[in-house]
């Protein structure tokens, strides 16, 4: 059969064949860069998910070391107010023995000796009394301050 063009047949078949190859290697470019992406996609949704799991576990660990503080702040709590009830009946009780003897050397008339005893249940009394302040502010140190639970608040 005669082609009524000018074109042979090798020329159209030589177009056919790279427009085919042009064809096939834009198709095969795209669909290894599709590709590319899906397992970019892949990886990424992995690394979220150990991501999310370490800030789980981050957040339980913060969790569990501030309870472990509160706990540890509450048995300190205990532990000063017990202090704090003995050194106040320790107190009440040198106090009444003070006074007895008070009273013992007022029945004997040593009127002297009663004014030292009362200088001396006043020094104790004072020395005591210094002694719950020294108490109270190293409670009052010890204890956490607001900017603590801040800074644990953040992490």
Do not use: F
């Not at 090798?10 to 042009?22: G, K």
């Not at 009394?129 to 502010?137: C, D, I």
């Amino acid at each position: 059969m005669a082609w009524p063009w000018k074109i042979k047949r090798d020329e159209i078949a030589e177009t056919v064949t790279r427009a085919v190859n042009e064809i096939m290697t834009e198709y095969l470019k795209t669909a290894q860069d599709e590709l590319s992406a899906v397992v970019q996609i892949r990886g990424l949704r992995r690394e979220i998910t150990d991501l999310e799991k370490k800030l789980a576990d981050l957040k339980e660990k913060q969790t569990r070391e501030e309870r472990e503080i509160e706990h540890k702040i509450g048995l300190h709590r205990l532990r000063q107010e017990e202090e704090e009830r003995l050194a106040k009946e320790r107190l009440a009780a040198r106090e009444k023995q003070l006074k007895e003897e008070a009273k013992v050397l007022a029945r004997e008339g040593k009127v002297e000796a009663r004014e030292e005893a009362m200088k001396r249940a006043d020094e104790l009394l004072g020395e005591q009394v210094a002694r719950m302040e020294r108490l109270v502010e190293t409670l009052v140190k010890m204890l956490p301050s607001a900017e603590i639970y801040t800074e644990v608040s953040k992490k």
